[in-house]
């Protein structure tokens, strides 16, 4: 609560955004984030909690992302206004990646609430992967935090928000979104992001220009604003792991988490690399749908 009272007040100071208060920022960031994953994880483990105390825990959590994010995506904004004169140029890759993983910890926690996203989340998550583009450091390896066991992307961390999106749509539990999550955190840097569309390659795209997450390829556009994701070389590293699962590999050597249970979690990532691999949906009408007025009955068991 205390550290995101100060950021609270950071943000609302109206201070210059100058390398001082940046580095004050980031260090609050960094020593911060161990509190910060002990809570996300004793929400997730914690299905069964009041309503009270699952809505206290939510509203701390996605404070902090919050606020830590808005705080770096301040200073951000001040670089693309005037980057000749920025003295923060030397950090805005860190910084870069760091926004992106915030936005993409905002979208994933209202996820877990059944939230309707706002579209400035994704634009705001697009923006920053153009200034990515535009400085050249998308593809740069970047360790984010001084306690990570690996370095990631920009391009890896655009791809795991966009990746996610295709299962925010209530249909899975906090914990299942959690584990996927997780392993586009091993595997997001195999997906490439590529600007001109090949038949081949890509089932999927987003569009920078709008407030969207991933979107299924329907029909290719030519805009400059497209972007379109390959997500080959990701689909066979979990065709692989299944794979090895059924030949007896350890779920946790295979970088599937410590929480991967049998028979579920093979199940889990059976569903996920459907969607990946586009065999989900091969019929689905390809014309434009039309809302009509009319009631729904839902019954339990709809898969079967």
Same mark, same amino acid.
Not at 127 to 137: Q, S, T, V
Not at 181 to 193: A, C, E, P, Q, R
Not at 230 to 235: A, C, E, G, S
């Given at each position: 609560?205390? /550290?995101?009272? %100060?950021?609270?007040?950071?943000?609302?100071?109206?201070?210059?955004?100058?390398?001082?208060?940046?580095?004050?920022?980031?260090?609050?960031?960094? %020593?911060?984030?161990?509190?910060?994953?002990?809570?996300?994880?004793? =929400?997730?483990?914690?299905?069964?909690?009041?309503?009270?105390?699952?809505?206290?825990? #939510?509203? &701390?959590?996605?404070? =902090?992302?919050?606020?830590?994010?808005?705080?770096?995506?301040? +200073?951000?904004?001040? +670089?693309?206004?005037?980057?000749?004169?920025?003295?923060?140029?030397?950090? /805005?890759?860190?910084? $870069?990646?760091?926004?992106?993983?915030?936005?993409?910890?905002?979208?994933? #926690?209202? =996820?877990?609430?059944?939230?309707?996203?706002?579209?400035?989340?994704?634009?705001?998550?697009?923006?920053?992967?153009?200034?990515?583009?535009?400085?050249?450091?998308?593809?740069?390896?970047?360790?984010?935090?001084?306690?990570?066991?690996?370095?990631?992307?920009?391009?890896?961390?655009?791809?795991?928000?966009?990746?996610?999106?295709?299962?925010?749509?209530?249909?899975?539990?906090?914990?299942?979104?959690?584990?996927?999550?997780?392993?586009?955190?091993? #595997?997001?840097? $195999?997906?490439?992001?590529?600007?001109? =569309?090949?038949?081949?390659?890509?089932? +999927?795209?987003?569009?920078?220009?709008?407030?969207?997450?991933?979107?299924?390829?329907?029909?290719?556009?030519?805009? $400059?604003?497209?972007? +379109?994701?390959?997500?080959?070389?990701?689909?066979?590293? &979990?065709? %692989?792991?299944?794979?090895?699962?059924?030949?007896?590999?350890?779920? &946790?050597?295979?970088?599937?988490?410590?929480?991967?249970?049998?028979?579920?979690?093979?199940?889990?990532?059976?569903?996920?690399?459907?969607?990946?691999?586009?065999? /989900?949906?091969?019929?689905?009408?390809?014309?434009?749908?039309?809302?009509?007025?009319? $009631? #729904?009955?839902?019954?339990?068991?709809?898969?079967?």
């Amino acid at each position: 609560e205390k /550290v995101v009272e %100060n950021l609270i007040q950071f943000n609302r100071s109206q201070l210059p955004p100058n390398r001082e208060r940046l580095q004050v920022l980031m260090h609050l960031d960094e %020593n911060a984030r161990d509190m910060q994953y002990s809570l996300c994880a004793q =929400y997730l483990r914690n299905p069964r909690m009041s309503k009270a105390m699952e809505s206290k825990l #939510w509203l &701390a959590i996605h404070a =902090y992302f919050w606020e830590v994010t808005r705080g770096y995506h301040t +200073f951000l904004m001040d +670089f693309v206004s005037n980057p000749g004169g920025s003295k923060i140029q030397a950090s /805005v890759p860190l910084i $870069t990646a760091r926004a992106m993983q915030g936005f993409g910890d905002i979208l994933k #926690w209202r =996820y877990f609430r059944y939230e309707a996203i706002d579209e400035k989340l994704w634009m705001r998550m697009h923006n920053l992967y153009r200034i990515a583009e535009f400085d050249h450091f998308e593809r740069n390896s970047i360790r984010l935090y001084k306690h990570s066991t690996k370095a990631h992307t920009c391009q890896g961390k655009y791809a795991q928000a966009l990746l996610l999106s295709r299962f925010g749509n209530g249909t899975m539990t906090p914990r299942q979104l959690d584990m996927v999550d997780s392993w586009l955190d091993n #595997w997001s840097d $195999t997906v490439k992001i590529d600007k001109q =569309y090949a038949e081949s390659a890509h089932l +999927f795209y987003s569009d920078t220009n709008q407030g969207k997450g991933l979107q299924r390829i329907l029909q290719p556009g030519r805009e $400059t604003t497209l972007r +379109f994701v390959n997500v080959k070389d990701l689909t066979l590293q &979990a065709e %692989n792991a299944i794979q090895a699962i059924r030949s007896g590999s350890s779920p &946790a050597v295979l970088g599937l988490g410590e929480d991967f249970r049998m028979p579920d979690g093979l199940n889990l990532l059976e569903r996920v690399v459907e969607e990946w691999s586009g065999t /989900v949906g091969q019929n689905r009408r390809r014309s434009e749908r039309i809302p009509e007025a009319g $009631t #729904w009955g839902i019954t339990l068991g709809m898969d079967n």
